[in-house]
T-cell receptor
Framework: SQQGEEDPQALSIQEGENATMNCSYK?????LQWYRQNSGRGLVHLIL?????REKHSGRLRVTLDTSKKSSSLLITASRAADTASYFC???????????FGTGTRLTVIP | NAGVMQNPRHLVRRRGQEARLRCSPM?????VYWYRQLPEEGLKFMVY????????ESGMPKERFSAEFPKEGPSILRIQQVVRGDSAAYFC???????????FGPGTRLTVL
C-alpha cells in the first residue's frame, strides 16, 4: 500500500503553543502535500513540497521533508483555536497524478 | 472563480437504489479526481478523469461503480445497487493540466439505509 501513516492520531494543545505532526510513507514520491479538513467539510490545500526540497514555509506553517527516512513533518506555530481540524499528508508518486492520503492527525487547539 | 462544486451535499438511498454524484470542476480545470472517505479515515483515491477519458480507475471497485466526465457538463460518479458499505463521503477534486495541486469540493455524504 502506498498510503501514508500519520503520527500522532490526535493532538490537543493550548492556544499559542506549537503543533507538530508527522507523516511517513513507503515508496518514492514526486511531491508531498498537506491538507486541512474541518469537521464535515472538504479539504483545503495548505502546502506542497517537492522531493528535491527539504523545507518550506507558508505563514505559520513549516514543512520538512526527509526522503531518506521517507517522512515529513508539519509544524504550526503560535496555534489558534481556528486551527482545530484534521490534517492529512498526501503523496504523489512518479508516474501517477492521484494523491495517496495518510490517516490524518486530529488537532484540537484549546482557547 | 467559483470553487469545485458538488451536489447533492447529502444523499440518502435505500439498499438496491442508484446514487448519482455530480462534480463541476473549477473553471479552466480539465482534470477531475474522485475520492472516498469512510468515517474516521483518510481519503482513498477512486478514479482520475480528463474530458471524455478515464485515465486511471485503479481505485474503483470493479462492480457497481462507474464514472464519466463528458465534454459538456459535470463529472458523474454513479453507484448502482447501493449497499450499506457504500455509505461514505465522496469528494471530487480538480486541477489544471500544469500543476500537482488539487482543489477539493465540499463532498457528498451518501447514507445507505
Amino acid at each position: 500500500s502506498q498510503q501514508g501513516e500519520e503520527d500522532p492520531q490526535a493532538l490537543s494543545i493550548q492556544e499559542g503553543e506549537n503543533a507538530t505532526m508527522n507523516c511517513s510513507y513507503k515508496t518514492s514520491i514526486n511531491n508531498l502535500q498537506w491538507y486541512r479538513q474541518n469537521s464535515g467539510r472538504g479539504l483545503v490545500h495548505l502546502i506542497l513540497i517537492r522531493s528535491n526540497e527539504r523545507e518550506k514555509h507558508s505563514g505559520r506553517l513549516r514543512v520538512t521533508l526527509d526522503t531518506s527516512k521517507k517522512s515529513s513533518s508539519l509544524l504550526i506555530t503560535a496555534s489558534r483555536a481556528a486551527d482545530t481540524a484534521s490534517y492529512f499528508c498526501a503523496t504523489v508518486h512518479y508516474g501517477a497524478n492521484n494523491l495517496f492520503f495518510g490517516t490524518g492527525t486530529r488537532l484540537t487547539v484549546i482557547p | 472563480n467559483a470553487g469545485v462544486m458538488q451536489n447533492p451535499r447529502h444523499l440518502v438511498r435505500r439498499r438496491g437504489q442508484e446514487a448519482r454524484l455530480r462534480c463541476s470542476p473549477m473553471k479552466g480545470h480539465s482534470h477531475v479526481y474522485w475520492y472516498r472517505q469512510l468515517p474516521e479515515e483518510g481519503l482513498k483515491f477512486m478514479v482520475y478523469l480528463q474530458k471524455e477519458n478515464i485515465i486511471d480507475e485503479s481505485g474503483m471497485p470493479k462492480e457497481r461503480f462507474s464514472a464519466e466526465f463528458p465534454k459538456e457538463g459535470p463529472s458523474i460518479l454513479r453507484i448502482q445497487q447501493v449497499v450499506r458499505g457504500d455509505s461514505a463521503a465522496y469528494f471530487c477534486a480538480s486541477s489544471p493540466p500544469t500543476t500537482d495541486t488539487q482543489y477539493f469540493g465540499p463532498g457528498t455524504r451518501l447514507t445507505v439505509l
